[in-house]
């Protein structure tokens, strides 16, 4: 089991840029894939990125390709997801999560398969 702290959220305009961390505890980073999610008020929790334990491309929703970069740290046990050309509707609450799987650059976009979460870290983005 991983702990794991997310932090970097806030208000921003439009347009601006936030950079989201995830700090993992308990085991090391290196040995499970991580995964960004948010969740907006009456909505479902839905994938954004991912990032395997090998490394790696990684893996993008649609809706925020070429906008937002995961990236870790291993060193650091610290995972970040630096947003930029934010819009409104990217106003949500941002979960980072671990899946523990072992197969070399396996990553997983689906909430099920994730094991372990944080406890989320607030986006606002005004128009």
């Known amino acids: 089991q991983v702990q794991l702290v997310e932090s970097g959220g806030g208000l921003v305009q439009a347009g601006d840029s936030l950079r989201l961390s995830c700090a993992a505890s308990?085991?090391?980073?290196?040995?499970?894939?991580m995964g960004w999610f948010r969740q907006a008020p009456g909505q479902e929790r839905k994938f954004v990125a991912a990032?395997?334990?090998?490394?790696?491309?990684?893996y993008y929703a649609d809706s925020v390709k070429g906008r937002f970069t995961i990236s870790r740290d291993n060193a650091k046990n610290t995972v970040y997801l630096q947003m930029n050309s934010l819009k409104p509707e990217d106003t949500a609450v941002y979960y980072c999560?671990?899946?523990?799987?072992?197969?070399?650059?396996?990553?997983?976009?689906?909430?099920?398969?994730?094991?372990?979460w944080g406890q989320g870290t607030q986006v606002a983005v005004s128009s």
């Open positions: 999560a671990a899946y523990y799987c072992s197969a070399y650059g396996c990553y997983s976009r689906f909430a099920d398969d994730y094991a372990d």
């Open positions: 308990g085991r090391p980073s290196s040995s499970y894939s």
């Open positions: 990032i395997s334990w090998s490394g790696g491309s990684p």
